[in-house]
């Protein structure tokens, strides 16, 4: 069993449509990165949070660290939010604590 | 914001020839850097973690011999793919550490797409 386990895998939605994905862990965490990977590869960083909730544009963040559970949010979905979505866990606050992925969620918005 | 940068974004190589790939932080300073291997389709697999100074720490089964790493400046991060075989084309990405408020947030460099003919 994977530490970091996220679903769904895969996702279709029509444009406009409210998106969620989930990410359970089973390992204590210091933090909690939700990345963002399009077709040509790049990541970016969408949130890193420990705890509560974040909210940036349409995107919406929450963990609950008891349940050790978190869900990446997208409202008002748009073909441009097509990409691969990826959970990321970090142990301990240190530099050089790595991250432990999750699958990543493949997310196709449709006009 | 924190910039990491990654050259050459595409290298096509002949088998048995080494292939350097650079990765930078920007506008700020990382004693630690983290090389991944990316298969299609797949999530980001940690190679190793490099330090600044010191010899990298490879996660298991990854070959040190092939997959050399040197952190030269508090900047610099290099990745060499010595004798390069075609097994070895994938999508190669580095991330950099920088503290955050109360953590150190990842900040990832835009990748390499290597391809060994």
């Known amino acids: 069993k994977n530490e970091v386990e996220q679903s769904p895998q895969n996702l279709t939605a029509q444009e406009g449509e409210f998106i969620t994905i989930n990410c359970s862990y089973s390992?204590?965490?210091?933090?909690l990165h939700w990345l963002q990977q399009h077709p040509g590869g790049g990541i970016v960083s969408l949130f890193m949070?420990?705890?509560g909730k974040k909210k940036h544009g349409r995107l919406i963040a929450t963990i609950n660290i008891q349940e050790k559970h978190s869900s990446l949010h997208i409202t008002a979905s748009h073909p441009r939010d097509s990409a691969v979505y990826i959970c990321?866990?970090?142990?301990?606050?240190?530099?050089?604590?790595?991250?432990?992925f999750g699958t990543g969620t493949r997310l196709q918005v449709t006009l | 914001g924190a910039v990491v940068s990654q050259h050459p974004s595409r290298v096509i190589c002949k088998s048995g020839t080494s292939v350097k790939i650079e990765c930078r932080s920007l506008?700020?300073?990382?004693?630690?850097m983290f090389w991944y291997r990316q298969f299609p389709k797949k999530s980001l697999m940690l190679m190793a973690t490099?330090?600044?100074?010191?010899?990298?720490?490879?996660e298991q089964g990854v070959e040190k011999d092939k997959f050399l790493i040197n952190h030269a400046s508090l900047t610099l991060s290099t990745l060499t793919v010595t004798s390069a075989h075609p097994e070895d084309s994938s999508f190669y990405i580095c991330?950099?550490?920088?503290?955050?408020?109360?953590?150190?947030?990842?900040?990832f460099g835009p990748g390499t797409r290597l391809t060994v003919t």
């Open positions: 991330s950099a550490p920088r503290m955050g408020l109360s953590n150190y947030e990842q900040y």
């Open positions: 506008d700020f300073q990382a004693t630690t």
């Open positions: 949070l420990s705890s």
């Open positions: 390992v204590g965490i210091s933090a």
């Open positions: 490099s330090n600044e100074g010191s010899k990298a720490t490879y």
């Open positions: 990321a866990v970090k142990g301990d606050t240190g530099t050089a604590s790595k991250l432990t």
